[in-house]
């Protein structure tokens, strides 16, 4: 029985304990707990007063910003008021100032109305007194008001036609006069800045030999090297006694150049034979066919043309182995070219237009094939077609008159052509043909009725026509220098110009014995 007791007593003994630490704490923790309240509520409380006072301090603010935007409100109200009472002011004013005009206006119309009164009064006076007059001077003259009006008008026509004659024909003169001097000297200026060379004579082509043996080399067997030359090139080739040379024949420069240059590399290669001689016209007419359009790519960009097509470059290049009456062909459109850029400076044109007209006026003369055409109208067609503009392509059709000149740099273009070929030592003619082409030219005058005589003078550039002063009168002479100018233009062929001079008068003889 001990030890339960034991137990219990031990039991009751920690029961008791634990209740007894219990009590103690749960009083320990209740106490703490009224602490935190009690800190809690004076926390609260001092927030609160914070809150309170923030909300009273940006209630002011508030306010005061409200004030401020009320007074701000207030003043613009005030000063917009202030405005309208100083515009109303104002208006009032001009209100006042233009009643007043208006009355000022009323009283000055009232007045015109008067005035205008008396006007019409006073006129209707003075046109009785007018009509009166009218009357008493019709009495007096024998005219009515209708006819001394057209007597006048009719004197005052005569007098104004008289005066106007007289002012045209000083004006016409002075023009002549200015023109003239203004052609001339732009002429002259434009022949003087330009530098040319002389013409060569290269109707045939002459190639040098060392030695006459070697004709024989260049005939061969039975003349079969020659007529490998002759065919290959198209080309005659002239063997005479001429010691050191052998002569070129062809109508085509291209052609004897290609034979020229065929001969030489044959000579100088020493092969001589027809196959060698094939191979080496083929060859020199591909290297010829080369240096032409380079010849052409050179002459353009010396004349700063730029922009041709190269079919037109490679007929350029053409012109150097053609001439006309001995005159290079390039270096005559070359001279054209700057001839025509200096002229179109001095008139104020486009230099640069005229000189690629200038240069290309004569293509026509370098063609493939040969179409009858005239080479100013096929030169015209190629430029057409290779894409110039219509104003060089009129130039080049229009230098020879084959059709009517539409542009200023047509007209420059057949003058420049005129100079270059006219100036001295530009052209030459056989001796023969020379002579025929005067012949001709007196032959057309002498055909005229009334011509007695008839000389070509300054190398067939002026013809001087002597005529009957009884037949011929002096209108008829000028009729007569104009059909004799328009025929030598329409069937005969020349350079430059031709001048035609009729000259008539009347000489009276008497012998004293």
Not at 133 to 147: A, F, I, M, P
Not at 230 to 252: H, K, Q, R
Not at 407 to 434: F, H, K, M, W
Not at 471 to 497: C, N, W
Request: glycine share 6%.
């Amino acid at each position: 029985m001990e030890p339960v007791s034991i137990i219990i007593g031990v039991v009751i003994g920690i029961i008791a304990g634990i209740a007894f630490a219990y009590f103690f704490l749960s009083k320990g923790i209740n106490s703490k707990k009224e602490v935190i309240l009690k800190e809690a509520k004076l926390e609260a409380e001092t927030v609160k007063k914070d809150k309170i006072l923030q909300a009273k301090e940006k209630f002011l603010s508030l306010k005061e910003e409200h004030e401020k935007t009320i007074n701000n409100r207030n003043r613009k109200l005030q000063e917009r008021e202030n405005k309208f009472n100083q515009k109303d002011k104002t208006l009032n004013k001009k209100i006042e100032e233009y009643n007043r005009k208006d009355k000022e206006a009323t009283r000055l119309k009232d007045q015109l109305t008067r005035q205008i009164e008396a006007f019409e009064k006073r006129k209707e006076e003075v046109n009785k007194i007018h009509t009166k007059q009218v009357q008493e001077l019709e009495k007096l003259s024998g005219y009515t008001k209708d006819e001394a009006k057209d007597h006048l008008v009719e004197a005052l026509k005569d007098e104004a036609r008289t005066d106007a004659m007289a002012y045209i024909q000083e004006i016409q003169e002075e023009a002549k006069l200015n023109a003239n001097k203004e052609a001339k000297k732009i002429v002259i200026q434009s022949i003087q800045r330009v530098a040319t060379e002389k013409a060569v004579e290269n109707s045939v082509s002459v190639f040098n030999i060392d030695s006459d043996e070697m004709k024989g080399r260049i005939i061969g067997r039975e003349g079969r090297n020659i007529r490998a030359i002759e065919s290959a090139t198209g080309v005659e080739v002239v063997v005479d006694d001429t010691p050191g040379a052998i002569m070129l024949s062809c109508f085509d420069p291209v052609r004897r150049e290609i034979a020229r240059l065929s001969l030489h590399q044959l000579v100088a290669d020493g092969r001589i034979h027809p196959a060698r001689i094939e191979e080496v016209v083929a060859k020199t007419r591909k290297s010829l066919n080369e240096e032409i359009i380079e010849t052409g790519k050179r002459t353009c960009i010396d004349l700063g043309i730029h922009g041709l097509h190269p079919e037109l470059i490679k007929m350029v290049g053409r012109m150097k182995y053609r001439s006309s009456y001995g005159q290079n062909l390039l270096q005559h459109s070359r001279e054209v070219a700057n001839l025509c850029a200096t002229m179109a400076s001095e008139l104020g044109l486009n230099p640069k237009v005229a000189k690629r007209a200038g240069l290309l006026h004569d293509i026509g003369k370098v063609p493939e094939n040969e179409p009858e055409l005239p080479h100013a109208i096929l030169g015209m067609k190629m430029a057409e077609k290779y894409g110039e503009k219509a104003d060089i392509c009129n130039a080049i059709g229009a230098h020879h008159d084959e059709i009517e000149m539409t542009t200023l740099i047509s007209p420059i273009v057949q003058v420049c052509d005129a100079i270059s070929g006219a100036r001295p030592g530009a052209r030459r003619e056989v001796v023969e043909s020379y002579i025929q082409r005067i012949k001709d030219l007196e032959n057309v005058a002498l055909a005229k009725e009334g011509v007695t005589k008839a000389y070509a003078i300054q190398a067939g550039r002026e013809l001087r026509v002597l005529v009957e002063s009884e037949k011929v009168s002096d209108k008829r002479a000028d009729e007569l220098s104009f059909e004799i100018s328009h025929q030598i233009q329409t069937e005969m062929t020349y350079p430059g110009q031709v001048k035609v001079t009729v000259i008539r008068e009347k000489r009276a003889v008497a012998y004293a014995k």
